[in-house]
C-alpha cells in the first residue's frame, strides 16, 4: 500500500486546514490509521489515530479539541481537520497504517505502511 499525505500549505494563527492521506495500490479498511508530524529538530510524533471501522479515535494532548481525525475507506482516504493551528504546530504531516489500533497512540517505527509527508507552516 502507497500512502500519500496532501493538504499541507502555510496558515496564519488560528487557521485552518484539511490533510488527506490517499492510498493506492492497496486497501485501508483492515488498517487503524495514524497520522505523525515532525517538527525541526524534533522527534517525530504520533497526533491522531483511527480504527479501522473509525469508531476508535486517538489524539495527543497537544492536539485534542482541534484536530479531528476521520476516514472513508470507500475512497481509501484518511483524513485530519486542523483547525485553531497554532505556530507550534508547525511541521511536516505524516499518515501511517498499522494492522491494529492503540488508543495511546504508536511509535512510527512500528508502522507498516507510510508515505511522504506535508508541510504545514504556522505563522503568528
Known amino acids: 500500500v502507497q500512502l500519500q499525505a496532501s493538504g499541507g500549505g502555510l496558515v496564519q494563527a488560528g487557521g485552518s486546514l484539511g490533510l488527506s492521506c490517499a492510498a493506492s495500490?492497496?486497501?485501508?479498511?483492515?488498517?487503524?490509521m495514524y497520522w505523525f508530524r515532525q517538527a525541526p529538530g524534533k522527534e517525530r510524533e504520533s497526533v491522531a489515530a483511527?480504527?479501522?471501522?473509525?469508531?476508535?479515535?486517538f489524539y495527543a494532548d497537544s492536539v485534542k479539541g482541534r484536530f479531528t481525525i476521520s476516514r472513508d475507506n470507500a475512497k481509501n482516504t484518511v483524513y485530519l481537520q486542523v483547525t485553531n493551528l497554532k505556530p507550534e504546530d508547525t511541521a511536516v504531516y505524516y499518515c501511517a497504517a498499522h494492522p491494529s489500533f492503540s488508543p495511546v497512540g504508536r511509535a512510527w517505527d512500528s508502522m507498516y505502511h507510510w508515505g511522504k509527508g506535508t508541510q504545514v507552516t504556522v505563522s503568528s
Open positions: 483511527i480504527n479501522e471501522s473509525g469508531h476508535r479515535k
Open positions: 495500490g492497496g486497501t485501508l479498511r483492515t488498517y487503524a
